[in-house]
């Protein structure tokens, strides 16, 4: 059983800091297309950053490049967003999504999502 288990949210003040870890089980992240995608309250669902396993290279959203790094821990099997100066627009569930490409088709595993709160 594939399973993704988001951590590191919180609530912190406009131009803080947080982390974000995604950790797999059952699933090795490094051989696979991983990305950050978040809920603000009441919105849609925006992608955030993305890991592709080919090429492999490191894509971010307009509105985070340059405050939000994604990185891999291929030895961990876990994925990370650190987010720096937090704003309030910053706001949402952060869920890790794993794309997986299957001889069946392709199926995105999610994780449950971790608050993010940027409030003073």
């Known amino acids: 059983e594939v399973q993704l288990v988001e951590s590191g949210g919180g609530l912190v003040q406009p131009g803080g800091s947080l982390r974000l870890s995604c950790l797999a089980r059952?699933?090795?992240?490094?051989?696979?297309?991983v990305s950050w995608v978040r809920h603000p309250p009441g919105k849609g669902l925006e992608w955030v950053a993305a890991i592709d396993y080919v090429p492999n290279i490191t894509r971010y959203a307009g509105d985070v490049l340059g405050r939000f790094t994604m990185s891999r821990d291929n030895a961990k099997n876990a994925v990370y967003l650190q987010m720096n100066n937090l704003k309030p627009q910053d706001t949402a569930v952060y869920s890790c999504?794993?794309?997986?490409?299957?001889?069946?088709?392709?199926?995105?595993?999610w994780g449950q999502g971790t608050q993010v709160t940027v409030s003073s």
């Open positions: 059952g699933l090795s992240l490094s051989t696979h297309d």
């Open positions: 999504n794993a794309e997986v490409n299957y001889t069946s088709g392709i199926k995105n595993y």
